[in-house]
């Protein structure tokens, strides 16, 4: 097992609302090892998002943290400085989002965008040379150079998203956070896409914490798999044990219920209820009321993550 | 209606005109189109769910509002229960109407935000002079829990904002079915839901098409879905269909390269079927000037001299009549 | 994906009182509108009713020395005819909120239906429309007020109509670029696909979901109304020279601020500027109730 990049350790974030607080993440604790990726894996509301913004302290008011600790590069991220955390952010930890056009600047030319983030990283690095990086970097990713001086808006969404991976990598980021980066794309696109972020994090050894809530994406390319729901952790285990035999009964019913293309037979399981309301959650395992395998203790107590197999964690009564 | 064809569509065209900038319009003097559906003819059986599937800009949404004439076709006929669609007056298009409903992508964009749940659902009851006041109330209230919106008198007063994601996906589903309608032509109707949520969803819209006897149009991006609830399917690629049959013969026995990509594309929920195969390479060109011949033939990993000078026709595939392509190659 | 809604905490005074009733869907326009032209009915004739008694004198009477500078006997002090301004003040009220309130209504019951059927009908009304608004529009307003004034001659009903005739547009343009964005909305084409007819989907889909920014602009347009009723008295095309009117005793007693008598405009001022100040705080207090902002969880 190589190194951790990141620990996250007990980690909550509130949302304070006119009618209650809303604990978005809950207790959550994780970490991330160099060369991995690290699928973050559940529905609207469970929280994985807001992780990972809180991970690069980019929390929306009124959200903010509420406990525990962000530890990469042996530095706590919640004791540092706004001027330290901005120089973290893009060139240790890189963030893409769902939708790049947000995130690029319309008024600048691509290839100006990706030499001036070079140079500002890098400011000993001459204009020659940074140009010459980023064709380099245009072309590993499958982009046509004479495509490096067009406008963001001239770029389909598929080209912009490889461009952001782009710029991670011009910065040899540590660490890359995702953020539902497929959704926005077409299938074939999105296929694209998956295929060069594999092959980037094989050449490169690349760090990525995959936020997103699409099952067969998180299977093409996740080494780890954390599985969230209503703001707790409650599975983290390889991805070919989960899949296999998923030890919580919500990833049992998750995986149980999307469609599989692949199978000749397709019977969804049907998870009764939805997810439940943050601001006043079920008592005990917030799972409860939809859980199959619901006991007394689970209405009552909240079951802890723990160890129930080398390498494989749940948050389960069923597993004491 | 047994054995009929429900809704017939020929040589259906939708071109729509592109704005330019005024200096731009002088000095071009030529209009250009975004060709949104260029060509297409299929068929909806009563009592079947047609999937109709692809991507961003192949023209499905476009389809699913031409039948319900919610947007003028450029070209083409459209013929429902073998009245022709493009003949009727706006009046009696209108009274059409109740015999053919949509489901809309979003559910909380589709609704009135300023108008009560029950009283959105039960508008068309009022439209159409069906029942008002009490009675519209209570045939309101029958379909709210047939739908599983419960409890159906407390949801009613409640307004879009106040609703689950859930809830509002069977508002609009509940919407669509208070005329008892013959088809209902459904975009994306599950796409917005939680993943949890989506198996239910679909559930209930097959328990529902039972028990009123209803042909849906299901349109489409997911083709992992579409598995789930189709009968038959046709595969859209930038105005045109490529592909249509059975889902056995579509998705067992694709013959369409695009179609074989497409689904080869769609990530597997399961490590162990990762996906090898590459993928075409590039993206999809504008419909505005769509490449001559095939469509697909800049893509295709198959492509030949014929493809890039005339476009295939939709054919049946060799030995089975009912799946049709359109491919040089086959 | 999912979207879930809750309505941000509306943070006026007045919205925190009515916080709890859920006014939102189609009964609360009728209730508000209801309620605001009840309340205005009851302004105006509580203002009618109460200004005899709470004037301490007669306005149009002298009833001390001219120039009299604030005292006890006359709070506000008097003109150079020896009228008491603060009575002056208390009846000029009658007619500031007569004419303000029924322009502002004239403005509204134009401009608002042409509006509607510009933005949704579309086609050569629209076009039609729209360059008589935008020519009436481009007029600087005030000349525009001060020559229909001049043409339509003094009075009331006179004025008003001079005042709304500048505030049409304002209404007009609103309404039809709100209507035009709304036609737009997938509610709005579920409608249509629903079977509703053109008149149904305007009054029940679209014309609900324009209220909220006419009320507000309503608030606006009334004090707006105000400051430009003053001015027209002001220049000398008010209601009527022999009743008491704020904009009529600025103009008569600005010549007197050089001699060190600034009782006479300021008052009058101070009244045009908070009665207007108060309009436009009502509109945006009305606005924080009614467009409640709807954040996602």
Redesign the interface.
Known sequence: MSEPVLQIHNLSVDYPTHVGVVRAVDDVSLTVYRGEVLGLVGESGCGKSTLGMAILRLLRPPGKIAGGEIVFDEHNLLGLDDEAMRRLRGAHISMIFQDPMTCLNPLQRISDHVVETIRTHQPEVSEQEARRQATELIDRLGIMAERLDDYPHQLSGGMRQRIMIGLALALNADLIIADEPTTSLDVIVEAQFLDLLKDLQRRFNLTIVLITHNIGVIAELSDRVAVMYAGKLVELADVYPLFDDPLHPYTRGLLNSVPNISLTEDHLQIMSGSPPDLINPPPGCKFHPRCPRAMDRCRVEEPPVKEVQPGRWAACWLYE | MTEQNLVEVRGLKKWFPVQKGFIERLVTRQRQFVHAVDGVDFEIRCGEVFGLAGESGSGKTTTGRLILRLVEPTEGSITFDDVDLAALSDEEMRRMRQRMQAIFQDPFASMNPRMKCGDAIGHSLEIFDVAKGEEKRRQVLEMMKHVGLTPAYILYDKYPHQLSGGQRQRAVIARALMLHPDLIVADEPIAMADVSVRALLLELMLQLKQEFNLTYLFITHDLATAKYICDRIAIMYLGLICEVGTLEQVYRNPQHPYTQALLAAVPVPDPHARRTAPMPKGEIPSPITPPPGCRFHPRCPFAEQVCSQEPPLLRPVPGDEEHLVACHLV | ?????????PTGLLARFLRGRKW???EW?MTVTGGIIVTFIVVLTLVSFFTPRLAPYDPESRTGDPFASPYAAHPFGTDQLGRDILSRIIYGAQIVLQVALLSATFSFVVGVPLGLLSGYLGGRLDRVLSLVMDSIYAFPGLILAIALAALLGAGILNMSVAIAVVYVPIFFRLVRGQVLSIKE???V?????????GR?ILW??IF??VIPSIVVVFSLNIADAIITEAALAFVGLGVDPSRPDWGYDIYRGRSELVGGRWWPVTFPGLAIALVALGFSLFGEGLSEILNPR?TE?
Request: aromatic share 12%; charged share 20%; proline share 3%.
């Open positions: 994906m999912q979207q879930a809604a809750t309505i941000s905490e939102y869907g189609t326009y909305e997938l509610y084409e579920a409608a249509r696909s629903l079977g509703a007819r149904t029940r889909y609900p979901n709807l969880a």
